[in-house]
């Protein structure tokens, strides 16, 4: 029985190594890989240029040197006139005008120039040397006039202002400013005034109607030029054509004088004329009644 059975042990023994064997080639072959380093880049290698600069020539000196250097220079520039090389801002500086640009964009309002500083203290000092206190000069004491000469002087002036007046109330007198109107005249300031005249002529006239007309039952008519001053009073009367009745003629003339005075001139027309020439048909009518028309 020990005989029979000891191949079949040898034989499962071999073949579980060969199985083994083959999974662990297996995982060898599918789980490890070898790979070779890669070669390290090649270094590039540092060049140095040369180049050979001829020496500079000596230039030679400016006559008369705009401003010292440590080297005679020529300068290039298109400018007229000398100008003195800016300096370049240093370090410190900029970092300021940068801070201060930052704040002006996150403020959004505009950093204060500072050619407008300086403008502002200088017009203060101007102004506070404008405040000083001028310097009082001495008042002279005007001369006093005199009282004599004064007199004599103003004297002289009212004599000759008087005698101005006269000459000219004198010329007024013989040539005095004078304006015809009826009852066609259009100007308003005048044809007012007439109107005023002409009604209280004939109610004048209707209260006073000649009884000698109305007993010879007289009627006609007649034309009639009165001459009115500024004030009002009548200057002249005049009877231009005739109604053929004397006494209608003097009742005409008799009822003007009773009338009077008239009314004075208003500004307006003063400022113009002097004595208003009034020419209006007077008509004594059969039933005892005055009328005035043109």
Do not use: C
């Amino acid at each position: 029985m020990t005989a029979l059975h000891h191949p079949q042990d040898h034989n499962g023994t071999l073949v579980t190594m060969l199985v083994i064997a083959v999974l662990v080639h297996g995982l060898l072959i599918l789980g490890i890989g070898f790979e070779l380093p890669s070669p390290p880049p090649p270094t590039a290698q540092r060049s140095l240029d040369v180049i050979l600069v001829p020496p500079k020539k000596p230039a030679e000196k400016p006559r008369e040197a705009d401003f010292l250097a440590p080297s005679s220079q020529e300068g290039a520039a298109s400018r007229k006139g000398h100008s003195r090389p800016k300096a370049v801002p240093s370090q410190p500086a900029l970092k300021k005008n940068l801070k201060a640009a930052r704040e002006q964009l996150r403020s959004g309002t505009p950093a204060p120039d500072k050619r407008e500083q300086q403008k502002v203290v200088t017009t203060r000092k101007k102004s506070q040397k404008a405040v000083k206190p001028a310097k009082k000069t001495p008042v002279k004491a005007k001369p006093r006039p005199d009282i004599t000469r004064l007199l004599s002087s103003t004297r002289q002036e009212i004599a000759r202002l008087t005698a101005q007046l006269d000459r000219n109330s004198e010329y007024a007198s013989r040539n005095p400013r004078r304006k015809a109107i009826s009852a066609s005249t259009q100007e308003y300031r005048y044809a007012a005034y007439l109107e005023a005249w002409r009604k209280k002529v004939e109610r004048v006239g209707n209260l006073n109607y000649p009884d000698a007309a109305k007993r010879k039952k007289l009627y006609g008519d007649l034309l009639l030029h009165v001459a009115v001053r500024a004030d009002g009073s009548v200057a002249d009367i005049r009877v231009i054509r005739s109604s053929g009745h004397k006494i209608l003629d003097d009742a005409a003339v008799r009822i003007v004088r009773l009338a009077a005075p008239f009314s004075p001139f208003p500004e307006e027309i003063r400022k113009e004329v002097d004595i208003l020439d009034i020419t209006r048909t007077w008509q004594f009518l059969s039933n005892n009644r005055l009328f005035s028309s043109d």
